[in-house]
């Protein structure tokens, strides 16, 4: 509004006062500064508007192909509820084929890990799973498929197998340098996402990057404006705060080196999406921000994510609205045992840090309730299991129907109302349900139910002569291996006379040790 029409406007408001042109000039700028400060406390309104339409949460790393496997299917604690199972590569032998850690293709990991059916019961008790894409270890799919059509198909393979809305790329190393791998990541993620939109479906997308003190780093910088330039509708950028390394100061604690990686990465994630034509909030954008960081000893040595620092992140988290918070991983969550003696070294079981009857996961996930699909779209909880028994076909269930009359030793597995179970030890007449106070006292532990279309997986027979039949009088050496009741076990020290029976019992003190099924096969298939 010019001068002159704003003093007549103020002589309309203020009649019979003579206004100079020092008064006219002030309350011109009041006007200007109401005005200015209505439209930033809009803006403002905007930005938590927005950043409130999604609910921060908590999701755990389980590395899928560590040994011993990590039970996440009986999580069913409030801070279990939602876990990223990790991490899909491409199959060395088949560059387009996705499978699990380079080892497992997915019809294996579902034979051999049981992986489709404990993801059906960890649904079932209310629990969400995503998957993640990438690691340090091995090749992401994009980095070895090139031809963009297979990439999509091999994205989409792991998407509607495990019925997934949010997925995990976790992009670090050569493949987070490769810029034309992150041209066809995007392109076939963005296709995918405008696919599912068409069929009135969402699918979250985290792109998981390293970061030192000083945020991303150009190429992760680059991987997120890729993105971006693409179309794909980002969930958000989930800041892996470890490894600090040479970026962390003398005297600089773990956890402000993760809050400045967070604060930089803000600022960063800003400018990205400033750059592609969209301008969000501050508040907005710590939605779109995830944490993560390496649970107690690193591989950084010197560099240890305590119990307190847990505390400080989640802290931090909960007072700037941070998104997603994650942990580095399920497997690591727990104290070392005495067998372990060097803590500084890194373990994919412990986390080499004192814990006591406290978790990572319990501290990182205080405060922050939501589950890992509610960020774009809230999924109806999967009905619990039902207690109401099934009819147990063996024409189709995966293992032999119970009996009270079969002898089951430790690994057996047998379905019962509709349930598979494992035998943690030698058992007969023990019905799989029985209800039992202490879990750890019941002979059965549940695997999951029995999925459709699951058909008899075809049972493993050792022929005669493999190995030699055990004998009482022979002396065997550590690594020799013997046939016993149609089984392969293998002694872990020297012995004599003393049978392998202990050791299908589930005692650990035996000299004998049960092959694996996966052990088995291998075997076979090489005879």
Not at 257 to 265: F, K, L
Not at 355 to 374: K, N
Not at 458 to 485: C, H, M, N, Q
Request: charge should be negative.
């Amino acid at each position: 509004m010019r001068l002159a029409h704003l003093g007549d406007f103020l002589s309309q408001l203020f009649p019979g006062r003579r206004l100079s042109a020092v008064r006219v000039l002030v309350l011109g700028l009041v006007v200007s500064l109401l005005g200015a400060g209505g439209a930033l406390a809009w803006t403002e309104f905007e930005d938590a508007n927005a950043a409130s339409a999604g609910t921060p949460f908590f999701a755990g790393y389980v590395d899928v192909t560590a040994t011993p496997s990590y039970p996440f299917e009986s999580s069913t604690t409030e801070t279990g509820r939602s876990v990223v199972l990790s991490f899909i590569v491409a199959d060395p032998a088949n560059p387009c084929q996705p499978s699990w850690g380079a080892a497992y293709g997915l019809d294996d990991a579902q034979t051999t890990l049981d992986l489709d059916r404990r993801i059906a019961r960890f649904e079932q008790n209310g629990g969400d799973v995503s998957v993640s894409f990438g690691g340090q270890a091995n090749s992401e799919l994009a980095t070895e498929c090139t031809d963009a059509a297979d990439l999509k198909l091999a994205y989409e393979q792991v998407i509607d197998r495990y019925k997934l809305t949010t997925i995990d790329l976790d992009i670090e190393g050569d493949s987070l340098a490769d810029t034309d791998a992150g041209l066809r990541r995007a392109e076939a993620i963005a296709s995918i996402q405008a696919d599912r939109r068409a069929d009135g479906k969402s699918l979250n997308v985290w792109l998981t990057l390293p970061v030192s003190t000083a945020g991303l780093a150009d190429a992760g910088i680059a991987a997120v404006d890729q993105m971006l330039a693409a179309r794909v509708n980002l969930t958000g950028v989930n800041a892996m705060t470890m490894d600090f390394g040479d970026s962390l100061g003398a005297s600089q604690s773990v956890l402000s080196a993760s809050v400045a990686a967070a604060q930089a990465t803000h600022t960063q994630l800003g400018d990205s999406y400033e750059r592609s034509g969209m301008t969000l909030g501050p508040k907005t954008i710590w939605r779109k921000i995830g944490l993560t960081p390496m649970i107690g000893q690193s591989d950084v040595g010197g560099e240890v994510f305590g119990l307190d620092n847990a505390e400080g992140l989640n802290a931090f988290a909960r007072k700037n609205g941070v998104g997603r918070m994650s942990a580095w991983s399920l497997n690591r969550d727990a104290s070392c045992g005495v067998n372990y003696p060097d803590v500084t070294r890194v373990s994919d079981n412990c986390s080499g840090v004192v814990q006591g009857g406290t978790s990572f996961a319990q501290l990182l996930a205080r405060g922050i309730t939501g589950q890992i699909d509610a960020v774009v779209t809230t999924r109806t909880a999967t009905p619990r299991a039902t207690t109401t028994p099934m009819p147990d076909n063996p024409a189709t269930s995966p293992y032999p129907i119970w009996s009270k009359d079969t002898a089951y030793v430790i690994g057996d597995r047998a379905v019962w109302h509709g349930n598979v179970y494992a035998a943690k030890w030698w058992t007969v007449g023990d019905q799989p349900d029985t209800p039992i106070a202490q879990a750890s006292s019941a002979p059965w532990d549940l695997i999951g139910p029995v999925l459709p279309g699951d058909r008899p997986v075809p049972p493993i027979v050792v022929p005669e002569g493999t190995y030699p039949a055990w004998s009482p009088t022979t002396i065997y050496e550590k690594g020799d291996r013997v046939l016993f009741d149609g089984r392969i076990l293998e002694t872990k020290w020297w012995n004599q006379g003393e049978s392998p029976q202990a050791a299908l019992d589930g005692s650990s003190s035996a000299p004998w040790s049960l092959l694996k099924n996966e052990e088995v096969r291998k075997i076979l298939a090489g005879k």
